[in-house]
C-alpha cells in the first residue's frame, strides 16, 4: 500500500486548507478496517498523531487542534481527508497519513506551511 497526501500549500494564518491521502493499490475491503491517522512533523521535532478516525467513523485529536481540524474519510475512494481551519504558524510541519500503527509505509508527506 502506497500512502499518497495531498493538498498542502503555502497560506496565512487563519486561512484554511484540506488534505486529502489516497491508500493506492489498497484493498477496498481491506482500508475500510484500518484506523487511519494524519500525522504531521515539524523541523526537528517528532513526529506526532493529530488527528484518528478509526473504521466506524469515531475521531479523536491532539488537543492544539480540537475544534480546528476535522478528520475524515471516504471508503469507496480509499481516501482520509483532514479539513484545517483557522491555522496558525504553529501548525507548519509536512503532513503524513498512516494508520494509527503506523503499519503502513510512510509516503512523502505534503508540506503545509502558515505564514504570520
Known amino acids: 500500500v502506497q500512502l499518497q497526501a495531498s493538498g498542502g500549500g503555502l497560506v496565512q494564518a487563519g486561512e484554511s486548507l484540506r488534505l486529502s491521502c489516497v491508500a493506492q493499490r489498497s484493498i477496498l475491503s481491506v482500508f475500510s478496517t484500518y484506523n487511519m491517522g494524519w500525522y504531521r512533523q515539524a523541523p526537528g521535532k517528532q513526529r506526532e498523531l493529530v488527528a484518528s478516525?478509526?473504521?466506524?467513523?469515531?475521531?479523536t485529536y491532539t488537543d492544539s487542534v480540537e475544534g480546528r481540524f476535522t478528520i475524515s474519510r471516504v471508503n469507496g475512494k480509499k481516501t482520509t481527508y483532514l479539513q484545517m481551519n483557522s491555522l496558525k504558524p504553529e501548525d507548519t510541519a509536512v503532513y503524513y497519513c498512516?494508520?494509527?500503527?503506523?503499519?503502513?509505509?510512510w509516503g512523502q508527506g505534503t508540506q503545509v506551511t502558515v505564514s504570520s
Open positions: 478516525i478509526s473504521s466506524g467513523g469515531t475521531t
Open positions: 498512516n494508520t494509527v500503527t503506523r503499519a503502513l509505509s
